[in-house]
């Protein structure tokens, strides 16, 4: 037979269950699973997740502290306030007046010119949300309270015989007796806020050395 006569058996392809088929399917979904750097099916690497998530948190937390503590701070600011102006009261009831002189900046504020000569001195200041106050009270010449009732800003002619005007509110604070027996005089010079408003009480007693008691008290 020729080389012509012979027929021609074309190759079929290999089917999808042969062996180098299983193979290489095999090879290609193990690929696919095992890639690393996906997560959870969408696309986001896990290490991209945690700083995402971690970030979220982190700026969570610093709105929760810019809103919470400044509101906080005002809370607990206005109760202190409150209770502080209370127990400056209470310690100054329980301490009594201070021997001493106050300040010159004190003096100023509160428009006390205490003469040079006073002697005895003893103040006390209070402050709270309503007013402001300075317990004084000093022994002086009848020449010094004439200097310091015009410094004040009033006289002895504003001085009312057998009035005392100090009220139970400030005697209670300063433990300040006004008995009978004494030759009291008082007046109250008043300004307009926010410059303080003086009551005054003098015991006259001993015209030559007179003891004075002021409260002045300024609204801020």
Do not use: C
């Not at 006004?178 to 006259?204: A, E, L, Y």
Request: no cysteine; proline share 8%.
């Amino acid at each position: 037979m020729t080389a012509a006569e012979h027929h021609i058996v074309p190759r079929r392809p290999p089917s999808s269950g042969s062996p180098g088929s299983s193979g290489s399917s095999g090879s290609g979904s193990s690929g696919a699973a095992g890639s690393p750097g996906f997560g959870d099916g969408d696309g986001t690497p896990p290490g991209d997740r945690r700083r995402m998530i971690r970030r979220r948190l982190i700026t969570l937390t610093i709105i929760i502290l810019l809103i919470g503590i400044p509101a906080g701070y005002l809370v607990i600011s206005a109760g202190q306030s409150r209770r502080s102006g209370k127990d400056k009261e209470a310690e100054a009831s329980a301490q009594g007046l201070r021997e001493d002189w106050p300040s010159g900046m004190q003096r100023r504020i509160f428009e006390l010119p205490i003469p040079g000569n006073a002697v005895g001195v003893q103040y006390y200041e209070t402050n709270n949300w309503k007013a402001s106050r300075m317990y004084v009270k000093f022994r002086t010449t009848s020449a010094g309270l004439d200097r310091f009732l015009s410094g004040v800003g009033t006289g002895r002619a504003a001085l009312e015989t057998g009035k005392v005007t100090i009220g139970q509110r400030d005697i209670k604070i300063t433990g300040w007796l006004f008995g009978p027996g004494v030759d009291w005089s008082g007046t109250v010079h008043r300004n307009k806020d926010p410059r303080p408003t003086q009551s005054i009480t003098v015991n006259m007693t001993d015209p030559a050395a007179p003891v004075v008691y002021v409260v002045s008290a300024a609204t801020p």
